[in-house]
T-cell receptor, first 113, second 111 residues
């Protein structure tokens, strides 16, 4: 089954404690991206990757890091989380940035206290 | 990157046809128009995509006028389960622009 898998689904952490949210896809997609969603602000893109070892900043990259060492994985790293990073995060993948059928993960609800 | 404008929210009764219009005045020649649906706490889901005229699938229809400066997503006979946020995206089918979502249109279907 084609899918994008994020882990964990829920996470509560403390300010400053480094964390990683994993994202994995099984569709051999070139393009992967991370979004955060906050009430009233819609989906905002954090980072995206067009292929292995190629990443670019989205609209709100501050405070986040990503890496794309393998095609299937695109982890989101928060080196020093702060309360303003409390949000719902989504990972997505699609074929070569095409606008057809981007697939999204189930979401990760992160709370930073 | 073509900017899109949609209504913030819409209300409809069950069984009615709902039309959500998206404005994209600076759409480029190579750009396609794509719509996604998002339920609360879930990731967006692809609904339909088109380039010009009309596209129809089992879920919705997409109407695009000749100048392509706007598009209309049509949902026939909505039900309560169609309550969701609908996003209009415009981008290059070859993948030269990232997948950027706006705030979408929040559709509320009332019994």
């Amino acid at each position: 089954e084609a899918q994008v898998t994020q882990n964990p689904r829920y996470l509560i952490t403390v300010t400053g404690k480094k964390l990683t949210v994993t994202c994995s896809q099984n569709m051999n997609h070139e393009y992967m991206s991370w979004y955060r969603q906050d009430p009233g602000l819609g989906l905002r893109q954090i980072y995206y990757s067009m292929n292995v070892e190629v990443t670019d900043k989205g609209d709100v990259p501050e405070g986040y890091k990503v890496s794309r060492k393998e095609k299937r994985n695109f982890p989101l790293i928060l080196e020093s989380p702060s309360p303003n990073q409390t949000s719902l995060y989504f990972c997505a993948s699609s074929s070569a940035l095409r606008y057809t059928e981007a697939f999204f993960g189930q979401g990760t609800r992160l709370t930073v206290v | 990157l073509a900017k899109t404008t949609q209504p913030i929210s819409m209300d409809s009764y069950e069984g009615q046809e709902v039309n959500i219009t998206c404005s994209h005045n600076n759409i480029a020649t190579n750009d396609y128009i794509t719509w996604y649906q998002q339920f609360p706490s879930q990731g967006p889901r692809f609904i339909i995509q088109g380039y010009k005229t009309k596209v129809t699938n089992e879920v919705a229809s997409l109407f695009i006028p000749a100048d392509r400066k706007s598009s209309t997503l049509s949902l026939p006979r909505v039900s309560l389960s169609d309550t969701a946020v609908y996003y209009c995206l415009v981008g290059d089918e070859e993948g030269n622009t990232p997948l950027v979502f706006g705030k979408g249109t929040r559709l509320s279907v009332i019994a």
